[in-house]
Nanobody
């Protein structure tokens, strides 16, 4: 069973920083693209940042220059460094990963989601 577990959320003042982490566990062979999404109250989930297995990154316009996504494949972990936080960054942040793993005796490639970590930015 593959699981993604996020951590690092919390309450921070505007202008502050947080670093989110997401660790993948299970009988994992390879992790392809990884991403961070967020969902603010009353809004749809939106893509924040992505990183490929080769390290190429992409960001939503709203976070460019403030957020940095990175990964440590030795630790099956993806990070999101968030600087210059704004109240509009308040949301539950979820990680997502495209993972090839052994699941119930079969090698499968599936899309996995974490349960989310809450980020609240006060003005």
């Amino acid at each position: 069973q593959v699981q993604l577990v996020e951590s690092g959320g919390g309450l921070v003042q505007a202008g502050g920083s947080l670093r989110l982490s997401c660790v993948a566990s299970g009988s994992i062979f390879t992790i392809n693209a990884m991403a961070w999404y967020r969902q603010a109250p009353g809004k749809q989930r939106e893509l924040v940042a992505t990183i490929t297995s080769g390290g190429s990154t992409n960001y939503a316009d709203s976070v460019k220059g403030r957020f940095t996504i990175s990964r440590d494949d030795a630790k099956n972990t993806v990070y999101l460094q968030m600087n210059s936080l704004k109240p509009e960054d308040t949301a539950v942040y979820h990680c997502n990963a495209d993972i090839r793993a052994l699941v119930v005796g079969k090698v499968r490639r599936d899309d996995y989601w974490g349960q989310g970590t809450r980020v609240t930015v006060s003005s």
